[in-house]
């Protein structure tokens, strides 16, 4: 600095000496087409600062890492000696997983700029008081809902709740009861403000309550638990549920697209079919599906499935979850896939084999729930394609002598039912739609109250909670008996799958290990799981990097 | 003519009582062989002649005692004081040296004999020698130190251009599995091109034919009084001007053919079908034992990939189709150049009128240029010139598809382009829906135009007051208007047949900027042998660039191409932006020359620009050159095979802020949405960490540089070692995502934070290898080395992968080089022996063998290792020409050694086909079980998510340009009243040298926008003179 005065005299006598004036206004940047947040936000538009929290969401929701992988209903489409580490665990490393980890931070940086501007920059006059106090709380359970992901995945994780406004490499872990407390903290301040039937796609106060029941039951299975963990996690259950009853919409209505806000959502990340690039791009229905339009007649951008975008499938396991009278298969899964182009199918240009011609509306793929015996077989497969229950892993099923449709003319080497809970009407190649993904839903609340009055003990309890749901599958008032944690589990598959985190809730249960050895193709071929390493995620190692070693990877990793 | 002789007769007549002698003369070179066109003119009058055919000059001289000067290009000027003789022989001595040349250094200009730091210089007989449509290729291999690159062969694509390596460490950050960027104007480590004073990027726009001279500073002493901006080298582009007293029109006319060169190696047709068999062989092979028994009994299916009755008919019938063949084509080149200059009566003009078009070899690539310059200084009495200078370029650049090239390549030659009755088909192979037939792109569905024009005005007032004082100011406006029109019609690979996806864009930028520079000249002569030179300058620069960017989808119909945005109904963008940026500057030199024997300069300049952070604004950046004639000492003044010796060394700093953007400090606000049930909110964050710190990086640099010549000039050398470390880098840092900060991968923040040295040799040699009456034989040679190497990141980092993901190699990293390429080393391919080995790893025979750099066992991010450059270690060129009577040959030659990166081209052209073989490919020595030996992995599943298959060397030697000019002997001109005639005929980059696969070594690194064939112009040029 001191040389700079000096040489700034020096300026200074060049102006004298030349006819010109210039001066640090010259400088001075004015930018028009961008804003800051001191030159915009004020209180009457503060709540974009809240908008901004919840946009990052789709970011989060829109990423399967660490979800469904490596569980016992969903493993790798692919051949069961393929490796994938987040499916079978080998070679799981600190390469995998950044986005879990960056998008939950980044709705924990926009909830601790909002919070911190709503608190000391914003002038807020006394009318809008309540609206300010809304905002925070919104921003505090969306907080809680990031740090929840996180400490799920990684255990004990940074605590940050300031804004942060200097560049820093000293973040260092707090403990995981300490995580917990903090999720706590701010879903208790945040509930009593809350509303409780806000505009569609707001946090209300009955959201609040069931991830801060899902939070309870986690930490009630855990070392630090308190003991009465799961009995305040079947009270909040309960408040979430309210008088809601979900008898009173079908599985199949719940999954109508064109009925995507509707009351059994306690929340949900929405896209739309109108408004930027961005929301309308989720991927969700391509999920669990393969590449249909390599099937003849199915076309790639016309088609009403999507295209694949996410390289999992269910498991045989999954699958075999579904009883006859269960009314929720039908609407999960696609048992017969149709035509949308007419084509002639005729794979070996002209041969021995006769062609077929597809029309438009024509059964293109069948897998039956139960083998069709051979003569049924062979009858269908000159028609279209037909894979057997057993048929649905990697590979080409034995063609059938003399028939149309030899499997050895399908370029496709994992068949299976694909998603149907998901399916969008609105998709384009890039695999992005309008399909809202749904976070807690009424169902799931009762499931979770069956868990948490199973765990505190409450047989009867847990059968109330756990019938109302399979009576609206079934029809079958009061169908179970007994229960324990294996039957919560498989209920979770049939109502949830796809739609919470399957690892979470079976690390939780401490039935993952136990589960994917039974079930998962993959792991049962070559699974490297190791309950003392991955029960935790490894932190991403650009974090590590970036960290002046305050930063500690998960042991093992 | 008439104004001559009306002058001529107004002397004749008012001053009769002077002296009037008319004096006659012949000029000749050091053979006494005459030299035509010489100029010959008695000093500080506009009374001029030139020399005819036979060298004979008649030039009325008013007075004795008057000074007459002789000059001739390539020859140094010879002053006579004019003894009263009216016969005079007067012989000029080749100058090599060129130690009489003007140099410009920015602000003013010094005879090369008095420079004290690295500036090198072409004058327009160089650029336009080749006939090259581009500065950047007119310069390209001609100038140690000087790295020119053709990004990309399109017509009218620029080129890249960067001076003793790069300095900004965040010019890799954008580096990816796709290559680099062809956007120059982005690129923050080009240098700061100053065109007649203005600072101006676009330099591509500007005719060759238009520069008189171009001069780049390269050492700090040198760039030091653009300060705050010369870290990067500074080119200074001159544009013509008239000469006093000598009238001259020229017309220069071009017209060439071009065709794609060094083509890349593809499969045939059988070679296709036998690839295809491999492809399915290894697809079965994979569910067996993996032993060589098994693969020699699988089965395979070929109507997985020949799905059509045509393709599988065209396989056995052996009816290939030559896509690639089919789409090229020849493209044409012209161009023409018209000028007149002159002047006379204190005025001088210089006009000129270009055109260029330029066809690509594919499509509809095209480029249309129109020039125009216009120059006129007026000496309005003794004391006071007033000058205006415009340059105009109207530029229209057609890139047609950036899918042509490689749907060309890729398309399998067992599917047809056409159907039986000829016409086109619509989707040729059935087996990917996406592929729409590139003919209809060959024929203009996809349109990516670029319509600029760009001017350059520039007006100055120069007082002399006399000897000692001199003040110019000068006042450049500039402005840049361009549109960038797109429009992806129904029937191109983007689109697919879908009109939902046809799309059109529509962008506008217009910028504008002025300089305005303030130059006072101070020249003390203190004492006999003690001169100093002192020039004090002020200079204010402002830019400001605005634009909108519009794009619509869903068009039922091609017929509006991107004119009307409004016939679609998908609404994708539409905003406008505004950025400014202003500099406002200080700077005075210092020139100390001692008996012409020891030369000093101090050079300062003080910046502010506004695009630092408040408070952090300004600097002051120093530097100091000494020089050493040595050959002017009286001990060696009698050496004769000495004619110079001079040791050069200079120190300073410079800055550039080129790396940010403008308002680079602030936190702004980001918008995005949401939807809550059906109403869409607009939500606020904050994307990144504001740095109130943030300031000029700065360049230190010692330069050490020796000129000689020798022998009569005949040779010539210059030698150069330059080491500059570059503090304060600015780079935008990674910051952990617990900040809370980005929005999509790692959030950063910009900020000085590294450190970069670059450190080289640079040599030039310039020999007169032969000279005989009739024939000479000149070489001019150029090598130069660089070093780069980071120094410092920030804290405790010392390295930062560009991205963790596989695909993406580059890195920042401790003692490596900026540009470095970060990947897995392979060692070889695992054979069906290795198996047990290869699947401990994951892999399996066929696939890579990566080198476990830290034993654990597992192939992970920490084997990862620096396996080369993007930059070169050294580059080198070299012409020479033959002179033979009035033929002329040259030969000129450049060569880039030592770069290493990913090729977009062998990612996309590669045998690797996934889990289909639909496309053609490179005839790659590919790995099958009977072909262990194989350089590249099985085609099927032999990816590895490293991208190692793609890694390359771009290294070549280049024959640039192979050129016969013939020069009519002036006896034969004078019966038409020409000057000049010159006829040639040039062939550009004839050949080329390389291992590289692709196309074009040159070009290799970049993305696949620009893909496309590297080029051979055979070109026919004429050039007359009045």
């Known amino acids: 600095m001191k040389r700079m005065r000096k040489f700034k005299n020096f300026g200074f006598a060049l102006i004298g000496m030349i006819a010109f004036s210039a001066c640090d206004d010259y400088l001075e940047e004015d930018p028009k087409s961008d804003i800051t947040a001191e030159n915009f936000i004020n209180e009457e538009n503060a709540d974009q600062l ?14 399967y890492t660490f979800k469904f992988f490596g569980t016992d209903i969903f493993a790798a489409r692919s051949e069961n000696f393929s490796f994938n580490p987040e499916n079978d665990y080998f070679n799981l490393n600190e390469n995998d997983g950044f986005t879990v980890w960056a998008s939950n931070y980044r709705v924990i940086g926009r909830a601790n700029l909002a919070i911190n501007r709503f608190l000391n920059e914003i002038d807020f006059s006394e009318s809008n008081i309540s609206a300010r106090d809304l905002g925070v709380a919104q921003a505090q359970a969306l907080r809680a809902l990031a740090y929840f992901n996180l400490v799920q995945q990684y255990g004990g994780v940074p605590i940050e709740l300031e804004e942060q406004t200097t560049i820093r490499n000293d973040y260092a872990r707090a403990t ?17 403000v809350l509303q409780e039937s806000p505009d569609p796609g707001r946090f209300s106060s009955r959201a609040a309550q069931h991830l801060l029941s899902e939070v309870y039951i986690t930490r009630g299975y855990s070392s630090f638990a308190e003991s009465n963990d799961f009995q305040t996690a079947a009270s909040l259950a309960e408040a979430a549920i309210g008088s809601y009853d979900i008898r009173s919409q079908s599985y199949a209505e719940v999954f109508d697209v064109g009925n995507q806000i509707n009351d059994e959502v306690l929340f949900a990340v929405q896209w739309g079919t109108e408004g930027l690039a961005e929301d309308v791009n989720n991927n969700k229905h391509s999920i669990f599906m393969t590449q249909v339009f390599q099937y003849p007649g199915i ?15 269910p498991t045989n396991f999954f699958y075999s979850l579904f009883a006859d009278n269960d009314s929720r298969e039908d609407p999960t899964i696609h048992r017969v896939l149709f035509a949308d182009e007419e084509t002639t199918f005729d794979p070996d240009g002209d041969g021995p084999i006769p062609s077929d011609l597809i029309l438009p509306g024509d059964t293109v793929v069948f897998f039956p729930k139960n083998a069709l015996v051979a003569a049924d077989l062979e009858d269908r497969l000159n028609r279209y394609y037909v894979y057997q229950p057993d048929q649905y892993e990697f590979g080409v099923p034995d063609n059938v002598p003399g028939v149309t449709y030899q499997y050895s003319s399908n370029i496709l080497r994992n068949n299976f039912p694909i998603f149907e809970k998901f399916d969008d009407t609105v998709f384009d190649e890039i695999v992005g739609g309008a399909r809202d993904t749904f976070v807690f839903r009424v169902a799931g609340t009762h499931l979770l109250a069956a868990e948490a009055h199973l765990g505190a003990g409450n047989t009867g309890q847990a059968l109330f909670h756990i019938n109302r749901v399979r009576e609206r599958a079934t029809g079958v008032a009061d169908e179970l008996t007994t229960i324990d944690i294996d039957v919560i589990l498989d209920e979770r598959a049939r109502e949830l799958a796809g739609e919470t985190n399957r690892w979470a809730v079976l690390k939780r249960t401490g039935k993952l290990e136990e589960r994917i050895n039974l079930y998962n193709p993959q792991v049962i071929d070559h699974g490297a799981f190791d309950s003392s390493i991955h029960l935790l995620r490894p932190i991403p190692g650009v974090e590590i990097q970036l960290s002046s070693g305050t930063l500690l990877q998960n042991p093992g990793y | 003519m008439k104004l001559k002789l009306l002058m001529l007769l107004m002397f004749g007549v008012s001053f009769a009582s002077l002296a009037q002698t008319q004096v006659t003369g012949v000029v000749v070179d050091e053979t006494n062989v005459p030299l035509p066109s010489a100029t010959v003119q008695e000093k500080g009058t506009s009374n001029g002649v030139v020399t005819d055919f036979d060298g004979n000059f008649t ?5 004795q005692g008057a000074t007459l000067t002789f000059s001739y290009i390539g020859f140094e000027t010879k002053e006579i004081v004019w003894d009263g003789s009216t016969n005079l022989t007067v012989q000029l001595l080749p100058s090599s040296t060129g130690l009489d040349e003007v140099v410009v250094i920015g602000y003013g200009s010094v005879k090369r004999s008095d420079l004290t730091g690295a500036v090198a210089s072409l004058n327009n007989e160089t650029v336009t020698e080749q006939r090259k449509t581009d500065i950047g290729q007119a310069i390209q291999g001609r100038i140690a130190g000087v790295d020119v690159r053709t990004l990309n062969s399109k017509p009218g694509a620029p080129l890249s251009i960067q001076i003793r390596g790069n300095t900004v460490i965040t010019a890799n950050q954008g580096s990816e599995r796709d290559g680099v960027s062809d956007d120059i104007t982005s690129d923050p480590d080009q240098p700061l091109y100053v065109v007649d004073g203005v600072f101006f990027d676009n330099i591509n726009v500007l005719n060759p034919a238009d520069i008189e001279q171009i001069d780049i500073l390269k050492d700090v002493s040198a760039t030091a009084i653009y300060g705050a901006r010369g870290a990067n080298g500074v080119v200074i582009i ?14 220069d006319v071009t017209f060439g053919l071009r065709s794609a060169t060094n083509l890349p190696d593809f499969l045939s047709g059988d070679e296709y079908v036998e690839f295809v068999d491999d492809v399915l062989r290894a697809r079965e092979w994979l569910g067996t034992d993996f032993s060589i028994d098994a693969y020699n009994n699988v089965a395979i299916d070929r109507s997985t990939e020949f799905q059509s009755p045509e393709e599988l008919a065209n396989v056995a019938n052996r009816t290939y189709t030559d896509w690639a063949g089919l789409l090229r084509e020849t493209g044409i080149q012209t161009s023409h150049t018209l000028g007149v200059s002159g002047g006379n009566n204190g005025l001088v003009y210089n006009a000129s009128l270009g055109y260029l078009k330029d066809e690509g070899v594919m499509g509809i690539e095209d480029f249309e240029r129109y020039n125009i310059s216009l120059s006129a200084s007026k000496k309005l009495n003794d004391k006071l010139t007033l000058g205006v200078k415009t340059y105009l370029a109207l530029s229209e650049r057609e890139a047609g598809s950036p899918e042509l090239f490689r749907s060309s390549l890729r398309l399998a030659p067992t599917v047809s382009a056409f159907d039986a009755n000829g016409e086109l088909v619509v989707l040729p192979d059935v087996q990917d829906q996406r592929f729409i037939n590139p003919f209809f792109e060959a024929q203009g569905s996809y349109t990516a135009e670029t319509r600029s024009l760009d001017v350059i005005a520039n007006v100055f007032l120069n007082y002399k007051h006399n000897d000692f004082f001199n003040f110019k100011t000068q006042f450049s406006p500039t402005v840049t208007s361009s549109r960038f029109g797109e429009f992806r019609g129904l029937l191109t690979r983007n689109s697919r047949n879908d009109p939902t996806r046809v799309r059109s864009s529509y962008d506008t930028r217009l910028r504008t900027s002025y300089t305005w520079d303030n130059i006072a000249d101070f020249n003390f002569n203190i004492a006999q042998g003690h001169n100093l030179k002192t020039t004090l300058i002020t200079s204010l620069f402002f830019d400001n660039t605005e634009g909108n960017d519009t794009e619509v989808r869903n068009f039922d119909t091609d017929a509006f191409s991107f004119f009307n945005t409004e016939g679609g109904t998908d609404i994708r963008a539409f905003g406008t932006f505004q950025t400014q940026e202003t500099l406002a500057s200080f700077a005075a030199r210092l020139n100390y020359n001692i008996q012409d024997k020891y030369l000093f300069t101090f050079t300062g300049r ?21 020089a050493w004639r040595a050959s002017q000492e009286e001990f060696l003044k009698e050496t004769n095979w000495l004619n110079n010796l001079k040791f050069r060394v200079s120190y300073g700093e410079s800055g550039n802020d080129n790396v940010v953007d403008p308002f680079g400090s602030f936190a702004f606000l980001n918008q995005s949405s949401f939807l809550f049930g059906t109403d869409l909110a607009t939500g606020q964050f904050v994307e990144t960490l504001p740095n109130s710190e943030l300031t000029w990086e700065v360049s230190r640099e010692l330069n050490l540089g020796v000129d000689l010549a020798i022998l009569n000039n005949r040779i010539n050398l210059s030698f150069e070692y330059y080491n500059k470390t570059t503090d304060g880098s600015i780079l935008a840092r990674a910051l952990s995502s617990v900040s809370g900060f980005g929005d999509d991968g790692l959030p950063t923040t910009v900020g000085n934070f590294g450190s970069v040295r670059n450190k080289g040799v640079e040599l030039t040699l310039n020999t007169v290898n032969l000279r005989t009456n009739n024939f000479s034989w000149r070489t001019s040679f150029n090598f130069s080395t660089n070093d780069n190497e980071i120094l410092e990141l920030f804290g405790d980092t010392d390295q930062i992968p560009i991205s963790t993901d596989n695909r993406f190699n580059g890195v920042l990293q401790v003692g490596a080089p900026i540009d470095a390429v970060w990947s897995y080393e392979v060692d070889g391919i695992y054979g069906t022996e290795d198996l047990e080995e290869a699947q401990s790893f994951g892999f399996l025979p066929g696939q890579y063998r990566f080198v476990d750099q830290n034993g654990d066992g597992a192939i992970t991010q920490e084997d990862r290792v620096v396996l080369g450059s993007q930059s070169p270690d050294w580059i080198a060129g070299m012409t020479n020409t033959f002179n033979y009577k009035n033929l002329e040959l040259n030969v000129q030659v450049n060569t880039r050694q030592g770069t290493f990166g990913h090729s977009e081209f062998l990612q996309n052209f590669s045998t690797f086909q996934g889990d289909r073989a639909v496309f053609n490919s490179l005839d790659q020595d590919y790995w099958t079980p009977l072909n262990q030996d194989a350089k590249f992995p099985s085609p099927e599943y032999g990816e590895d998510s490293s991208f190692s298959w793609f890694n390359t060397s771009f290294d070549f030697v280049r024959i640039g340009n192979i050129g016969l000019g013939y020069t009519f002997p ?8 020409m000057s000049s005639f010159r006829l040639s005929l040039d062939v550009q ?10 196309p074009d070594p040159e070009t290799g690194l970049n993305n696949s926008f620009g893909q496309t064939y590297a080029i051979k112009t055979f070109l026919f040029g004429l050039k007359v003179a009045y």
């Open chain 1, 50 to 63: 809240v908008v901004g929290i919840y946009s990052e969401l789709r970011d989060v929701y829109r990423d």
């Open chain 1, 176 to 192: 995981e009861a300490e995580v917990y407390l903090q999720i706590i903290a701010d879903l208790e301040a945040a509930i009593p």
């Open chain 1, 299 to 313: 076309s790639r951008s016309g088609n009403i499935y999507g295209l694949s975008g996410f390289g999992a499938q």
């Open chain 2, 59 to 63: 030039i009325t001289v008013s007075q």
């Open chain 2, 238 to 251: 001159t544009t013509k001007n008239g000469i006093e007293g000598v009238t001259r029109i020229t017309y």
């Open chain 2, 606 to 626: 003080y910046d502010g620009s506004s695009k630092l952070a408040a408070g952090n604004q300004w600097d002051f950046f120093p530097s100091a050159a000494f």
């Open chain 2, 970 to 977: 002036q006896t034969i001109l004078d019966k038409f009243g």
């Open chain 2, 989 to 998: 980059n004839p050949f080329t040298f390389t291992d590289f696969a692709g």
